[in-house]
């Protein structure tokens, strides 16, 4: 037996914790058995003893050593005592740190596009940081006073109804309706509720929609540059992708014909309002020869359309699913450039038979969704005010977008192209020989600005001289200053370039 004097340091009790006296004497035990100090067999002192040395009722003892053999911690033999149960194995006591418990996982290849996020998330804690985002609302042009009394309106009436305790069947309804009737009007699409399939961001989307079409080895057309998450998720699910070209006038329809000649194409991903990255708007022809093609090679396309609020020229080209002879279109749109990505709301729009099918599935995923906040923005919706807080801050983006144009013509010259496009919320900037993208975006991050290299949108990780530059998310005092960082950027990469020739 340990000598007795040692009992009380043996079993580390803390005096400072607000529990039990007994369960601060059986966690003492406990411990000291985990970690090797009571091996396995030995005999502990008696009720009596043990509350001599520690100071303590006995009765606390008895407590004590009960409810650590209730747990198969101790044991009790009549006539020779309480002992450490025998069957215990030793912990063994490690000579140096070990690393922590990690399941065994699959390798995971993640494309440039995402690895670069370690880099932006060490940024954002430094002050003054600055990004050229893909093309994100600014979150502080929302009418937040609109917004607090649609949503405590959209909470009081959850409550009094009790519709909260059973999901958001009536709610998530509800919006249904609501976006049918944005769509049918201001997108032309032929829609009711059951049309619709409500997901928590376009990410969600396309991977309940591409689940249900593709199987390992199918074939997906995807542009030459892409939207990363869309292609890296085809690929998860053991799609092979096929780049197609892409012109001032969009994708190349003549390319999705010979490609569908030479392989088994399944599905065709496209941006065709304002093509990711480049911002190029499908042309009205070409538009007219992809459903032609569908209905031909009897492939399904996803199209999605992620800032059809903002255009800028002229009327918004009305979508592909639009068109009432078409049966090859699965339509996906969302409300995350309307209000900010806090709100993660996002749609699929397809045939009755495609959504029953995406709604067994994203019940497995989401469960019930937020049926407050979906009351919220069907509200916004059905009172106008989304109409209205989108004309407002049209004018503000269109505003940012000239002077972003104007900074960049002024720092870079003839050393870049940029590509007015007829709307979205970002710029395609092509940058001539003298300034490698690649260096150059290594170089912003030391001048405290983010932004993302034209080869992190290729499928196939070609290089891509060029840079999708976001303007919507910074104020036009920050844009004039962000501009002022990437040409310092620029000019920093090329004088040492020429040093080193």
Not at 108 to 134: E, I, K, M, S
Not at 309 to 330: C, I, K, M
Request: net charge positive; with cysteine; glycine share 6%.
């Amino acid at each position: 037996m340990v000598q007795m004097r040692k009992w009380r340091p043996l079993l580390k009790l803390d005096e400072s914790a607000s529990q039990a006296s007994y369960r601060k004497i059986t966690e003492g035990l406990v411990t000291a058995i985990v970690e090797g100090r009571l091996p396995p067999g030995t005999l502990l002192p008696g009720t009596r003893e043990m509350a001599q040395l520690l100071d303590v009722n006995r009765k606390t003892v008895i407590l004590a050593y009960e409810e650590a053999m209730t747990k198969g911690w101790l044991v009790s033999e009549p006539r020779r005592g309480t002992f450490v149960n025998a069957q215990l194995a030793p912990k063994p006591v490690p000579s140096r740190a070990q690393p922590s418990f990690a399941p065994p996982i699959l390798a995971q290849a993640n494309a440039p596009y995402f690895t670069q996020n370690a880099q932006v998330t060490a940024l954002q804690h430094r002050h003054g940081a600055l990004f050229f985002d893909n093309g994100t609302s600014d979150h502080r042009l929302l009418p937040q006073a609109v917004l607090h009394r649609y949503y405590r309106n959209a909470l009081r009436n959850s409550f009094t109804s009790n519709t909260v305790r059973y999901g958001s069947e009536g709610t998530g309804y509800e919006l249904r309706c609501a976006l049918a009737e944005m769509l049918r009007n201001n997108r032309g699409l032929t829609v009711s509720a059951e049309n619709i399939c409500l997901t928590q961001g376009t990410q969600m989307s396309l991977y309940l929609s591409a689940s249900l079409l593709l199987k390992p080895g199918d074939v997906v057309l995807v542009e030459r540059l892409s939207y990363p998450p869309a292609w890296e998720i085809f690929r998860k699910l053991g799609a092979q992708l096929v780049t197609v070209d892409v012109d001032d006038e969009g994708c190349r329809t003549d390319q999705i014909d010979r490609l569908c000649r030479e392989h088994k194409v399944r599905m065709i991903y496209l941006t065709p309002h304002h093509q990711f990255p480049t911002t190029v708007s499908l042309h009205a022809a070409r538009r007219q020869q992809l459903l032609a093609l569908a209905a031909l090679h009897d492939f399904c396309i996803i199209e999605e359309d992620y800032d059809h609020e903002y255009h800028f020229n002229g009327r918004p080209y009305l979508p592909l699913a639009s068109d009432r002879s078409q049966r090859h279109v699965l339509y996906v749109g969302s409300l995350s450039k309307a209000l900010g990505s806090t709100f993660r709301c996002s749609y699929v729009v397809a045939p009755v038979s495609v959504i029953e099918a995406l709604h067994g599935n994203a019940a497995l995923m989401l469960g019930d969704a937020d049926a407050v906040a979906q009351k919220m923005l069907a509200d916004l919706i059905n009172a106008g005010e989304l109409k209205k807080h989108l004309r407002r801050v049209s004018k503000e983006y269109r505003a940012r977008r000239e002077v972003l144009q104007g900074c960049l013509h002024a720092a870079f010259g003839d050393r870049i192209r940029v590509r007015e496009p007829e709307g979205g919320l970002a710029l395609w900037v092509r940058f001539d020989d003298r300034i490698n993208v690649d260096q150059l975006v290594a170089t912003a991050l030391e001048h405290g600005l983010v932004v993302r290299s034209g080869r992190q949108f290729s499928p196939m990780d070609q290089p891509e001289n060029a840079l999708r530059l976001g303007f919507a998310s910074l104020d036009q005092a920050e844009i004039r200053e962000a501009t002022v960082r990437l040409a310092k950027a620029a000019n920093q990469r090329t004088h040492k370039n020429a040093d080193h020739r």
